[in-house]
């Protein structure tokens, strides 16, 4: 479909039936999963797709505006720093949940109670463990206290820690059975949520409190439903079954849909970028990755210059990165270029690590469409100094399968930056890691992320962090490929801002009717 687009677009044409008609005569914004949600809850259903769906249902205690780059108030109007281990916040006293229950403390309580219960098994837990404990002082205040100093704190509550109601979540001995009927505080409500059928949201009309952070879209409903397959998701686009393409296509099929008659197509930067990582354990198999010269000649045959153009289309102006994290992320800091394109010194690399004839390897990478073409350039350019590479395209579930095997040879894929405006998220999933994740096996790398997660002080943190991000390119385990910006190709009749710190490139609340 990449390879002869045009000839994909016509020939889709004639498959469809009615014309490209969106849905702001019926109030109804349709938008494409690439996988199905089991239960609208990212606590228990951790993927993309539930970051836009329970963002729309559920609200966390603070917010964090992009644009002026602070932290401002959601559920808790106002906060405290009392020390390096203890927040302090004052809670609105006018929030409802969606069945007219109050919101209030208990809430909040009952929240960081249930996520730090050795009871609770959910997986990414590890991203509260640094909570010791949550009071109530009050119908409408509550101190959080950490185990230890956590200059991340305010950054994790502002992102995936949404608050649960604890009369209609604690009162549910099925967590599951909860997540297919959620009642919420958000913009919208959850008509139903059902695995086959999809999610219908709709818009809430008490919802008052959004600010700046979550500002209420105007569209009063949002369907949600799975089309798992690339080629479907573009012919539903098309004949008018969907609305907006979400950020798993490439940018030469974004470009040539946005010009289609009643549709366009809006760019945004956000923290995601393409990148590679390369398994030095030797869990693998593959004993040439064990080497580091090996790594530092993968890294010097990749043109950064000749992929741009896959990533970005048209829109250049959009920021390359240049480590693996930003530099508006708190903690994030790097002084080593990325290696210059150098593949006759490459080669000579190779030779030296004695594999003057190359050898063979497996490219995992997923289905997205964006992220397979990158990783298909990035192979064909190891293929010029003798890496011959097989492309092994999966979906999520089969991808952690092998991941926490440790099967994987190399890696090519996509990453929000952590998906918060801090490092710890990206420290966490690529540095501080579990065996059966870890792609380098490096003590003092692993040290150091602890190290990080625990100072407080922003100028030695960045110092720290400067040393990781450092480390994980000088060692050739991960280097940023592309960036990966939001393009969202979508409906006439929408209005969309592109590009947010989350990872799906858009957030429900900048989607609005025109």
């Known amino acids: 479909m990449r390879h002869s687009l045009r000839n994909f677009v016509a020939a889709t044409s004639l498959m469809v039936a009615w014309p490209a008609v969106a849905q ?30 329970s963002d729309a249902v559920y609200d966390c205690l603070i917010g964090f505006d992009e644009d002026k780059g602070t932290y401002e108030p959601l559920l808790a109007k106002s906060w405290q720093r009392i020390n390096d281990t203890t927040l302090e916040f004052e809670l609105r006293d006018d929030v409802k949940w969606h069945d007219g229950k109050p919101f209030t403390a208990d809430d909040v309580v009952y929240t960081f109670e249930w996520l730090t219960d050795a009871k609770t098994q959910i997986r990414f837990k590890s991203y509260w463990e640094w909570i010791d404990k949550a009071e109530k002082l009050g119908p409408y205040k509550v101190r959080l206290t950490a185990k230890q100093p956590t200059p991340f704190d305010l950054a994790r509550l502002a992102f995936l820690t ?22 919420g505080t958000g913009m919208y409500k959850a008509n139903f949520v059902d695995p086959q059928r999809g999610i219908e949201l709709v818009r809430n009309p008490d919802y008052k409190h959004g600010g700046t952070v979550k500002p209420p879209s105007n569209i009063g409903k949002m369907s949600f439903r799975q089309v798992p397959e690339p080629g479907t998701r573009v012919a539903e686009f098309m004949s008018g079954g969907v609305d907006i393409l979400p950020r798993d296509i490439s940018i030469e099929q974004a470009v040539e849909l946005g010009k289609l008659p009643g549709k366009t197509i809006s760019a945004g930067q956000g923290t995601y970028y ?8 030797g869990r693998a198999g593959l004993e040439p990755l064990t080497k580091l010269d090996v790594r530092r000649a993968m890294m010097m045959a990749v043109d950064h210059d000749a992929l741009l153009p896959l990533a970005v289309g048209p829109f250049k102006n959009l920021a390359r990165p240049q480590s693996m994290c930003w530099r508006l992320q708190a903690g994030c800091d790097y002084s ?44 064909g350019q190891w293929r010029k100094i003798g890496i011959r590479g097989t492309l092994e395209p999966m979906t999520l579930g089969p991808y952690r399968k092998k991941q926490a095997e440790g099967k994987l040879h190399v ?48 100028e030695k943190r960045k110092a720290v962090g400067r040393r990781i991000f450092d480390i994980g390119l000088e060692r ?7 960036p990966g910006p939001a ?10 801002r592109a590009g947010t710190l989350r990872g799906q490139g858009v957030d429900v609340w900048n989607l609005n009717w025109k």
């Open 336 to 379: 080593l270029p990325l290696p210059k394109y150098d593949p006759e010194g490459a080669k000579k690399l190779l030779a030296q690590a004695g594999y003057p004839n190359g050898f063979d390897l497996v490219v995992t990478t997923f289905t997205n469409e964006g992220i397979r073409t990158v990783a298909e350039a990035v192979m």
């Open 274 to 281: 393409n990148y590679i990582a390369i398994n030095a354990t």
């Open 487 to 496: 393009i969202i190709v979508h409906s006439e009749e929408l209005k969309v």
């Open 411 to 458: 890696f090519a894929g996509g990453w929000p930056g952590g998906g918060m405006p801090d490092i710890t998220g990206t420290i966490g999933f690529l540095y501080n890691v579990q065996a059966q994740t870890d792609y380098h096996n490096d003590d003092e790398l692993k040290k150091l992320a602890i190290e990080v997660d625990t100072i407080v002080d922003p």
């Open 476 to 482: 050739g385990y991960f280097m940023p490929t592309t």
């Open 24 to 53: 702001k005569s019926a109030d109804n914004m349709r938008f494409p999963l690439n996988d199905p949600i089991q239960v609208l809850s990212y606590y228990l259903d951790p993927k993309t797709e539930t970051i836009i769906t």
């Open 162 to 183: 949404t608050i649960v109601s604890k009369h209609a979540h604690g009162a549910a001995a099925d967590k599951f059975a909860y997540g297919r009927k959620p009642v």
